[in-house]
């Protein structure tokens, strides 16, 4: 029972091209979605999140917007850069709950230069 | 301020050993989190400590998996008895609280053989 999903296994995209990654969530109590960036032998980097009050973040580069109605959250980076390549996962949470977080199968970013 | 630290970095072990993962929180941290990526997968939960306290072990194998957050020292993932299945990365992240966002380590690659 995947809860949240990443259809894109990988992505390419020109450098100085703007980047969009999707993600599609089925369990309607979650209030709470991230965005995380992992290279490989490394943990995951925290990016960025919404809460499910919200519409739309944005932290320079990197903007999440949460469409509720259509469960689907994606991430834009623009303009993507060589350094952006790498594995970006999704995850969600329940407020309230214990705090685990439930990932998408991640999408794989290369920027080509 | 030093971040997420586990060890060993990678981990090697014959069938029927056991294995210990170590974790050791961010400052400040004293919730830490448990997950499991198999490959070609995305993280799966698997254990919420805080310190002393087991708070969600709902992603967690019923048998020959343990885990533990004592007052002094690190968290530790006890793995008894591996089979070439358990061989996965195993990422410790922690948070200074229930809500916050989680911050991941460089993870532990377990190989059994």
């Known amino acids: 029972d995947q809860q949240v999903k990443q259809n894109s296994p990988s992505l390419s995209v020109q450098e100085g091209r703007i980047s969009i990654l999707n993600c599609d969530y089925t369990n309607s109590m979650f209030d709470y979605f991230l965005w995380y960036k992992k290279y490989p032998a490394e943990g995951p980097t925290f990016l960025i999140s919404i809460s499910s009050i919200k519409d739309k973040n944005e932290d320079g580069r990197f903007t999440v917007f949460l469409n509720k109605s259509a469960k689907h959250l994606s991430l834009h980076i623009v303009p993507s850069q060589p350094g952006d390549s790498a594995v970006y996962f999704c995850?969600?949470?329940?407020?309230?709950?214990?705090?685990?977080?439930?990932f998408g199968q991640g999408t794989t970013l290369q920027v080509k230069p | 301020n030093a971040g997420v630290m586990q060890n060993p970095r990678h981990l090697v072990r014959r069938r029927g050993q056991e294995a210990r993962l170590r974790c050791s929180p961010m400052k400040g941290h004293s919730h830490v989190y448990w997950y499991r990526q198999l490959p070609e997968e995305g993280l799966k939960f698997m254990v919420y400590l805080q310190k002393e306290n087991i708070i969600d072990e709902s992603g967690m194998p019923k048998e020959r998996f343990s885990a533990e957050f004592p007052k002094e020292g690190p968290s530790i993932l006890r793995i008894q008895q591996v089979v070439r299945g358990d061989s996965a990365a195993y990422f410790c992240?922690?948070?200074?609280?229930?809500?916050?966002?989680?911050?991941f380590g460089p993870g532990t690659r377990l190989l059994v053989l």
């Open positions: 992240a922690s948070s200074p609280d229930q809500q916050e966002t989680q911050y």
């Open positions: 995850a969600a949470l329940v407020s309230g709950n214990t705090g685990k977080l439930i």
